[in-house]
């Protein structure tokens, strides 16, 4: 089973008082567009970690959910690993990531943990660095038991972000 985990956490930064999850891309809020490439990828479930619920928010995983995969709003590391299928496969897109169905589809198709990167001295301010002179282009597939290892952190941490320290921790392979 392959699952989908998508972040709605960080404003814009054009648009304070609006998730950059909902912004409009394409002809739907960017989380469609991020939750089309994963059921196109096979993905079954998404998990959509949020920080707030706005009216654009919800609309967009009502939405979602019409795409006829399973969809679970969590507000933490301890909710998501409570509703993942313990053998579930993750793949997880960033949050206000724009990519395409050939990036996310390659990513699905291949077992493993592994993390999309791009030289760091090609990353802009919002890429996370990875290690390597490498960061973090955005497409992880991740281990369920990461989530389970997150939760056991205190509740502070950021979900997103370390969830990558542990995949590299465990030496996630670099795409």
């Known amino acids: ?7 709605a956490i960080h404003d814009a930064d054009d648009r304070p ?9 394409s002809g739907v809020t960017l989380i469609e567009y991020q939750a089309r490439l994963l ?3 096979g993905v079954s479930q998404v998990i959509v970690v949020v920080a707030r619920l706005t ?6 995983i009502a939405r979602i959910g019409r795409r006829g995969v399973s969809v679970d709003t969590v507000r933490s590391a301890a909710e998501a690993a409570e509703r993942l299928h313990p053998l579930a496969r993750i793949l997880m897109l ?16 291949e077992e493993g943990e ?7 001295g090609d990353a802009g301010p919002g890429f996370e660095r990875v290690g390597g002179q490498m960061a973090w282009a955005g497409v992880a597939r991740i281990d369920p038991r990461r989530i389970a290892e997150v939760a056991a952190l205190p ?3 950021d979900l997103q972000s370390s969830l990558l320290r542990l995949a590299v921790q465990e030496r996630a392979v670099h795409i």
């Open 1 to 7: 089973m392959l699952a989908g985990l998508l972040f």
């Open 17 to 25: 008082d609006r998730l950059a999850a909902t912004l409009p891309f």
């Open 39 to 41: 059921v196109a990828a």
């Open 55 to 60: 009216p654009e928010l919800l609309g967009a």
């Open 94 to 109: 960033g949050d206000g990531l724009v990519t395409t169905e050939a990036v996310v589809g390659a990513m699905a198709a």
């Open 114 to 120: 592994a993390l999309l990167v791009v030289p760091e």
């Open 155 to 157: 509740n502070d941490y």
